[in-house]
């Protein structure tokens, strides 16, 4: 990051402040004001970029984990439970 | 009640609960769930109100065998195995390295930030129905969600392709 100090410290608290809302970002949570500060952000920090993309990466297989063959409770479980339903 | 029973199994299994014991919690959650049906007040989703009594029944499951439900061992048998124990080469490459780092990785959260993940992206819920579920604020869930997929993340970034694009 070039610049002066106050052009780093603002940088930094930009990033601090992206960093804690990408998920909220991936999630369509944030205002349209808040998802334009992370991608400007975002655009230029090659940190938060990276994290970002990885992060999406990730939430896209932890969603895929729903589509898994569900294990099977053992069928004497249901039939008590059918029984005491 | 089969499909219901499975779907419950799966998310207990996922919060933490050894196979054997999870099946229990099963029980011990539909059983519950069938006494407190008076009280189910149609508010919120029926799945909705299982999970939360799934999850107290992990919790007092968990703390009657005074078993700590933190941190799984990382080398845990992976939910897709559960059931089966002998997966065929070909379903090992079906399901892939990725899946299966990944449900470890999940496994190996605490709990605290387990049950959010769980339920927000691998369940499915809302982060309202999720926060709700747990008994939370939204912002106090959101925080715990957005850790636990850092965590996740950062157990899964060797699997993962950096330069890919969104």
């Not at chain 1, 998920?23 to 938060?48: A, I, K, N, W």
């Not at chain 2, 129905?129 to 950062?154: P, W």
Request: hydrophobic content about 40%; charged content about 30%.
């Amino acid at each position: 990051m070039n610049g002066g100090p106050i052009k780093r410290w603002m940088f930094m608290r930009q990033h601090q402040w992206t960093a804690a809302r990408l998920s909220e970002y991936l999630d369509g949570e944030l205002s349209q004001r808040d998802e334009e500060r992370v991608e400007q952000h975002t655009g230029m920090c090659p940190e938060c970029s990276r994290v970002l993309a990885t992060l999406r990466r990730t939430l896209r297989e932890l969603i895929g984990l729903h589509d898994e063959p569900l294990p099977s409770v053992a069928d004497g479980v249901i039939e008590r439970l059918r029984r005491s339903w | 009640m089969r499909r219901h029973a499975d779907r419950v199994y799966a998310v207990v299994l996922r919060f933490g609960a050894p196979g054997g014991e999870a099946e229990e919690i099963v029980q011990e959650t539909f059983v519950r769930a069938w006494h407190a049906i008076g009280g189910f007040k149609g508010e919120s989703q029926f799945f909705t109100w299982l999970y939360r009594i799934a999850i107290n029944e992990t919790k007092r499951h968990m703390t009657r065998r005074g078993t700590q439900l933190e941190r799984v061992a990382a080398d845990d048998t992976p939910l897709a195995e559960v059931g089966d124990p002998a997966p065929s080469p070909q379903l090992r490459a079906e399901h892939g390295e990725l899946r299966a780092a990944l449900e470890r990785a999940v496994r190996a959260l605490p709990m605290d930030y387990r049950i959010p993940l769980v339920l927000r992206d691998i369940e499915g819920l809302s982060t309202a129905q999720a926060a709700t579920v747990m008994q939370l604020g939204e912002s106090a869930f959101k925080s715990r969600l957005h850790r636990a997929r850092l965590a996740v993340r950062e157990a899964m970034e060797d699997y993962l392709d950096v330069e890919e694009t969104p």
